[in-house]
T-cell receptor, first 115, second 113 residues
């Protein structure tokens, strides 16, 4: 069965500093990996995805993520955090080996960026 | 462009009452449709998904059911709500057969009293 782990409930970072939000996954086959962001009382918004190819993927709002197959990780990064980046971030995996219909989400990591 | 509509935004219902939440997608055809529930502002639990009209897959046995009467319409229902049904319900769609991301509606906050 596929699963996603986000080991940190919360990440605190100062504005202008780099940020990393961690994610590890487990699937039986090859994964599609995604990052989403959620603002209060709203649905999730797509940030970026890894399907195949270059292990470093770039997405919206200056975010990027690095796929590491040996460590089964897909950490979200941004070189310089903004206060407006404060939100709830979700890592998600879709197992294409089982039909690719289901996307499973991690528990979420709350990011606080302090001015 | 594609849009997803989900309503109502908020709902307060007494225990034992019925429920109907509706979601529609515009600007695409034959989407995969999903219902998720988010408890306490954290992780998302997949409840149901559908890959076509009348095709419903249930992920978690519970007090809820889903239906897809039209290609771009997805309905979440209950005959009798429980207190534990309270939560934030999110509808989402994705293109079928590919690696496209999920696109979410703005959610319905359900409070069962």
């Amino acid at each position: 069965a596929q699963s996603v782990a986000q080991p940190e409930d919360q990440v605190n970072v100062a504005e202008g500093n780099p940020l990393t939000v961690k994610c590890t996954y487990s699937v039986s086959g090859n994964p599609y990996l995604f990052w989403y962001v959620q603002y209060p009382n709203r649905g999730l918004q797509f940030l970026l995805k890894y399907i195949t190819g270059d292990n470093l993927v770039k997405g919206s709002y200056g975010f990027e993520a690095e796929f590491n197959k040996s460590q089964t990780s897909f950490h979200l990064k941004k070189p310089s955090a903004l206060v407006s980046d404060s939100a709830l971030y979700f890592c998600a995996v879709r197992d294409i080996g089982t039909g690719g219909f289901k996307t499973i989400f991690g528990a979420g990591t709350r990011l606080f960026v302090k001015a | 462009s594609q849009t997803i509509h989900q309503w109502p935004a908020t709902l307060v219902q007494p225990v034992g009452s019925p429920l109907s939440l509706e979601c529609t997608v515009e600007g695409t055809s034959n989407p995969n449709l999903y219902w998720y529930r988010q408890a306490a502002g954290r992780g998302l639990q997949l409840l149901f998904y559908s890959v076509g009209i009348g095709q419903i897959s249930s992920e978690v046995p519970q007090n809820l059911s889903a239906s897809r009467p039209q290609d771009r319409q997805f309905i979440l229902s209950s005959k009798k709500l429980l207190l534990s049904d309270s939560g934030f319900y999110l509808c989402a769609w994705t293109q079928s057969g590919g690696n496209s991301p999920l696109h979410f509606g703005n959610g319905t906050r359900l409070t069962v009293t």
